[in-house]
Nanobody
Framework: QVQLEETGGGLVQAGGSLTLSCAAA????????LAWYRQVPGNQRELVAR???????SYADSVKGRFTITRDNAKNTAYLQMNSLKLEDTADYYC????????????????WGQGTQVTVSS
């Protein structure tokens, strides 16, 4: 069984930075891809960034060049460094373990954290 816990959310001004952390309990962390999703109430959850077991990364176009996803398998922790934050980055952010590619799409894995809220103010 895997448990994920996100931390690091909060209130930040536009143009500022935040770093989210996702700590995993269990023994699957290093064996699975880790992804960050975000969701605005009333909208679908969207994939923000993903890092594979080989540390290959991918990003949504909306965050490319601003966000960086990393992972530290020794600490069972992943990070999302968010720079140059925009109002539209306001959302609840979730980490997800076990996502996989399927016919060109990324399907989320079965393990989710409880989410951490990021609010960007003007």
């Amino acid at each position: 069984q895997v448990q994920l816990e996100e931390t690091g959310g909060g209130l930040v001004q536009a143009g500022g930075s935040l770093t989210l952390s996702c700590a995993a309990a269990g023994n699957l962390f290093s064996l699975r891809a880790l992804a960050w999703y975000r969701q605005v109430p009333g909208n679908q959850r969207e994939l923000v960034a993903r890092i594979g077991t080989d540390h290959v990364t991918s990003y949504a176009d909306s965050v490319k060049g601003r966000f960086t996803i990393t992972r530290d398998n020794a600490k069972n922790t992943a990070y999302l460094q968010m720079n140059s934050l925009k109002l539209e980055d306001t959302a609840d952010y979730y980490c997800n373990l076990g996502s996989r590619r399927n016919y060109g799409r990324i399907l989320p894995g079965e393990y989710w954290g409880q989410g951490t809220q990021v609010t960007v103010s003007s």
